[in-house]
C-alpha cells in the first residue's frame, strides 16, 4: 500500500484537516510530529498528514476546500487554536520599504505606506502578521 503525504502548517490545522477527511470518508493518519520535527528543524510546526494513493486526488480537494473556508473564517491563533484575537494595522519602519523607495525613485511612480495586519491571541499572548 502506498500512501503520499499532505503537508499542513500547525498541528492544530492538521487536527482540522483531518476531521473533515473523515467526514468525507477518508482514512488518514498524522504523521509522528516528533519524529518529523527532528527531521525539518524544531522550529518548524508543520505536520504531515498521511492518506492513500488512491484517496489523494480527493483528500487534496478536500484540503483545498478546507483551507479556503478556514481562511474566510474569523482569525485563529495558530499556537493554542484561540478565535479570540485583535488585529491591527502595522506600519513598516522605513529601513524596511527601502527597496520599494529606491524603485519608486528609479521609477518615477509615486509610493504610499506599506502595512501589515498584525494578530494578537488575547487568550495566549501569541502575535504574528498575516
Not at 502548517?9 to 504523521?31: N, W
Not at 476546500?65 to 506600519?91: D, F, L, M, R
Request: proline residues 5%; neutral net charge; glycine residues 4%.
Amino acid at each position: 500500500m502506498t500512501v503520499k503525504r499532505i503537508i499542513c502548517s500547525t498541528p492544530i490545522e492538521a487536527e482540522g484537516f483531518r476531521a473533515a477527511l473523515a467526514e468525507a470518508g477518508i482514512e488518514s493518519v498524522t504523521y509522528d510530529e516528533t519524529n518529523s520535527k527532528v527531521a525539518r528543524g524544531i522550529l518548524d510546526q508543520t505536520t504531515e498528514i498521511m492518506v492513500k494513493e488512491e484517496d489523494y486526488e480527493q483528500a487534496m480537494k478536500v484540503f483545498q476546500t478546507y483551507q479556503s473556508e478556514h481562511e474566510a473564517a474569523k482569525p485563529w491563533c495558530p499556537k493554542c487554536g484561540s478565535e479570540n484575537v485583535s488585529a491591527c494595522q502595522k506600519k513598516n519602519p522605513n529601513f524596511r520599504q527601502l527597496p520599494r523607495i529606491l524603485a519608486t525613485l528609479l521609477a518615477y511612480i509615486p509610493f504610499g505606506c506599506c502595512t501589515t495586519k498584525r494578530f494578537v491571541c488575547n487568550d495566549c499572548g501569541h502575535k504574528w502578521e498575516r
